[in-house]
């Protein structure tokens, strides 16, 4: 069995998805691992080191999927090398189904099989294979970096004989993952963390961080089983808009973070909300490629409004693709194992596991 993976497009994606430890484990399980010349250069990782385990290169991206059963990437590959993703051909990735509908139906009839692993289910054993959740904690992290390097006085309280400079208040929208990891490298620079959340397990996590959950009154609805957010009721909107109101009056920095899987972001943070901010406050939305939690997110803009800076990109973890491509190889090659058969040296699409089941594209 051959699996191989090529370089995203640079300009939009700088994460790896094979890194030299995951090679190694690859090869291991009796796999030959093809890349394209200069994988991971840039990132500081050279061809050498590479081939000193065992992996062979080619100059030719087509060469590569032409070569592999298997093909791992980030995202969606371009339509020229999607064509080559024929019968028997299996590409994993973060295909965003609800976005790419056509091209992956035109794999399909390739039959070609198809796994998107932003689709894995919420269950214990898929836990090492959760790509959103290691994104996303990097994610809430840098978040949290970016914005602080952006607003304009000291974070955490200083006692000083000139006088006292104040903690900043930092309110975090969302608590999953990322805003979770938010709110406690906020907590850990000295912050005072505020964050409010749709779903009301939230409250207990927050707390246990250090954070105060501001509470709206039908929060505990609102959690799919899948352990999502799921959409508010226009009831439960207007209520969170009032607390919201009153508590960002008083806010010097907010990590907007909620996204619901496959739609457009919610728009929490209103305009009239930011006209009563302070100035030289400032909003990081993480949310920004899908339209972003506040009415002036614009991805990849700094935005100003009566002295608030608004910001977002399209993605963060190109600040930090290192990192991320450690941990996204080590999640690929855990899908890759679970759908493995060692005995037989070959794949085993099994729909009885649910896994599989979830993100294999129908």
Do not use: W
């Not at 929208?173 to 964050?195: D, E, P, S």
């Amino acid at each position: 069995m051959k699996i191989g993976s090529v370089l995203e497009n640079q300009k939009i994606e700088k994460r790896i998805s094979i890194t030299p430890e995951i090679a190694k484990k690859y090869i291991s399980l009796g796999f030959d691992v093809h890349l394209t010349k200069n994988y991971g250069v840039h990132l500081g990782i050279s061809d050498e080191e590479f081939k000193n385990i065992g992996v062979k290169f080619s100059d030719d991206e087509n060469e590569v999927i032409n070569l592999s059963n298997i093909i791992v990437q980030l995202g969606l590959l371009s339509e020229d090398k999607c064509s080559l993703i024929k019968e028997n051909k299996t590409l994993i990735g973060v295909l965003n189904p609800y976005n790419n509908k056509e091209k992956l139906d035109k794999l399909k009839k390739n039959k070609a099989n198809l796994f998107s692993l932003e689709l894995l289910p919420r269950i214990t054993r898929a836990q090492s294979m959760d790509i959103l959740s290691s994104q996303a904690n990097l994610a809430g992290y840098k978040a949290v970096i970016e914005s602080f390097a952006y607003f304009e006085k000291a974070i955490p309280m200083m006692m000083t004989a000139a006088g006292t400079i104040p903690a900043a208040k930092i309110l975090v929208v969302g608590a999953g993952v990322a805003g979770l990891q938010a709110i406690a490298t906020a907590k850990r620079m000295g912050g005072i963390v505020f964050a409010t959340d749709v779903r009301m397990a939230s409250k207990e996590q927050v707390e246990s961080l250090g954070g105060k959950f501001l509470i709206v009154e039908g929060a505990e609805n609102l959690e799919t089983e899948g352990g999502y957010a799921k959409e508010a009721s226009d009831d439960f909107k207007k209520k969170q808009e009032e607390l919201l109101s009153e508590t960002l009056k008083k806010i010097d920095i907010v990590i907007c973070t909620a996204l619901i899987p496959g739609k457009k972001a919610p728009v929490i943070i209103k305009e009239d909300m930011i006209n009563n901010m302070q100035a030289g406050s400032v909003i990081y939305d993480l949310a920004a490629i899908q339209g972003g939690n506040t009415a002036f997110t614009k991805a990849d803009e700094i935005i100003e409004k009566n002295g608030v800076k608004i910001m977002g990109e399209s993605n963060i973890l190109n600040k930090l693709p290192v990192s991320a491509s450690s941990l996204y190889a080590k999640n690929m090659f855990n899908f890759v194992e679970n759908l493995f058969d060692k005995e037989n040296k070959k794949l085993n699409i099994n729909l009885e596991d649910e896994i599989i089941e979830k993100t294999l594209i129908k």
